[in-house]
Nanobody
Framework: QVQLVESGGGSVQAGGSLRLSCAVSGTTYRPSCMAWFRQAPGKEREGVAG????????YYADSVKDRFTISQDNTKNALYLQMNNLKPEDTAMYYCAASWREGCRPSSRTDFSYWGQGTQVIVST
């Protein structure tokens, strides 16, 4: 049974940094796509950043470009998100997602079948 477990969330002041991690268990097959999404209270879940695990362009939402960096560890089927210069509007539950389907799109929420439980990020002024 495939499971995704996020870690690294927390509370920081504006301008601070956090590093999120996502570990995949239950399979040794490399995903096609992995991504980070976030959902703030009262808002829809939105894409933050995503990768083609086997190579391809990286996706970033405009709101996080030049502040967030997504990276992967193919040997561990792990995904990371380095978040710098955090802003209060980055406050949300952050979710890791994975897809083993060919042709998945890292920016598309509907392309992902496997999700973690989420890790909370709170950015205060």
């Amino acid at each position: 049974q495939v499971q995704l477990v996020e870690s690294g969330g927390g509370s920081v002041q504006a301008g601070g940094s956090l590093r999120l991690s996502c570990a995949v268990s239950g399979t040794t097959y490399r995903p096609s796509c992995m991504a980070w999404f976030r959902q703030a209270p009262g808002k829809e879940r939105e894409g933050v950043a995503g990768v083609y695990f086997r190579g391809g362009p990286t996706y970033y939402a405009d709101s996080v470009k030049d502040r967030f960096t997504i990276s992967q560890d193919n040997t561990k089927n792990a995904l990371y998100l380095q978040m710098n210069n955090l802003k209060p509007e980055d406050t949300a539950m952050y979710y890791c997602a994975a897809s083993w389907r060919e042709g998945c799109r890292p920016s598309s929420r509907t392309d992902f079948s496997y999700w973690g439980q989420g890790t909370q990020v709170i950015v205060s002024t």
